[in-house]
Every structure is written in C-alpha cells, then in structure tokens.
C-alpha cells in the first residue's frame, strides 16, 4: 500500500510517505510556512522513492482539529494532489493520530490528546487503540473550556486510558480535575503525518476514501481566534 499524508494542524509541517512496511517523513517546526512547504516537501519524498502521485493507493490529510490556516492549507493541498491524480482521500484526526503516536512510542493501550484552541478552551479527544490501525474514541472529539468536558457515562480507568499529550495539557490541573484521572503528561506532543498515513490504510483497505471535493476541515467552532 502507498499513502502520501500531510499534516499542518499547528506549528508542525510535515508530510509522510507509506510505502508497503516502510516509512518516509518530512517534519520540521515552522509557523506561518506551511504554504510554502508542503507541496515541495511531498515532492520530494516522491522523488526519493522514485513515485509518482499516480502510483499512490491514496493521499491522506490531518483534517482537524487545529489552527483554522494551517488546516485550511492542508486540507487543499490533499485536493489538489488527489484531483490531479485521480485519487481519493484518507481524512485523519488530528487528535487520533497524535494518540496513534503514544500508544507507538509510549507502549500505551490509550491516551488523551488535548490541543490549545485559545480563548480559554482545548480541542480534546480521547482514544484506546483496538487494532494495529485503528482506534475507538473514549471522549467524542469537541472544544470546550478545560473544566466542562462532556464525559462518557463509563469511568475513564475503565478504558486503558494511560496519557495525556498536547499543548491543551499546559491546562493540565483542570484537564485532571475534569476527567477524574491523574495520567503522564506531554505537552509537547505535535502529530505526526507518518501516524496520518498509518491510520489511512484502514480507509484504503476498506474502501472508505472520499472524493477529494468531499474533504472538509474539521474546526470543531464556528468562532476561530484570529490569532491561530
């Protein structure tokens, strides 16, 4: 299976190339420069591996949450790439893959990502992994201010939940109040597009891609600080 992913949901810019068992990643911290950067940096690891977008099974995207521009950025340039080439598109979590990368290089069964969405409130989702691919969320995906999340009736120990990752974890006394558990805290946590493409091959395997018109961000707000 061959999947290009791009993510640009904050700071981060980075792009992945799945490639059977293999890997490629482009990542670098560059507010403001994902315009520039994304489309070069997919060239690039296409290049490397001596691909054409046309070779590709499909191309996924961080569709969100997170900053209103960079998700906007992301989001057409996963059209654009998948209009030219004919292809569908894998729209990812942005939440679910930064916990597919916990579960990865923490050894955890699940965790909770909370990203700063400003104005006092977090982007936050929680996730337990159920398969090497796949992830069944504990905590629906929503914007909320840190001490009003709206919780599953079931505990929260009840779900391996094990971590919690994100820059929404600097709220990190009210997020433990909140969710009634005390877990390892990363605040430096940002996603990653190589876990993008990982969790895209389910799309691809069970044929759930969507025409590149059909890709939407996901802000989860219809108020968007002006700051992001």
């Known amino acids: 299976m061959k999947i290009l992913a791009l993510d640009a949901s904050e700071q981060a810019c980075s792009v992945a190339l799945l490639n059977g068992d293999e890997v490629q990643e482009q990542f670098t911290i560059a507010p403001r ?15 490397e591996s001596e691909l054409t977008l046309k070779q590709l099974d499909a191309i996924a995207v961080a569709r969100g949450p997170g900053a209103f521009t960079g998700l906007r950025i992301a989001t057409s340039a996963a059209q654009g790439l998948a209009l030219g ?5 894998a729209p990812i979590s942005t939440l679910m893959a930064m916990v597919a990368r916990a579960c990865e290089e923490q050894k955890a069964k699940g965790a909770i990502a909370a990203l700063d969405a400003r104005m006092g409130e977090v982007y936050i989702g929680g996730y337990r992994q159920v398969a090497s691919d796949r992830y069944e969320a504990v905590i629906e995906e929503q914007v909320c201010q840190p001490s009003e999340i709206q919780m599953p009736e079931a505990p929260l120990n009840g779900h391996e939940i094990e971590l919690g990752i994100g820059s929404g974890w600097s709220y990190e006394s009210l997020l433990q109040q909140s969710l009634s558990i005390e877990v390892p805290v990363f605040t430096n946590w940002p996603c990653h597009a190589k876990e993008v493409a990982s969790l895209a091959q389910s799309w691809v395997a069970q044929d759930q891609l969507l025409p590149p018109e059909e890709v939407v961000p996901v802000y989860l707000r219809n108020t968007i600080a002006k700051t992001q």
């Open 33 to 47: 420069q994902h315009a520039a950067l994304l489309l070069p940096m997919a060239e690039a690891l296409l290049t």
């Open 85 to 89: 080439a004919d292809l569908g598109v």
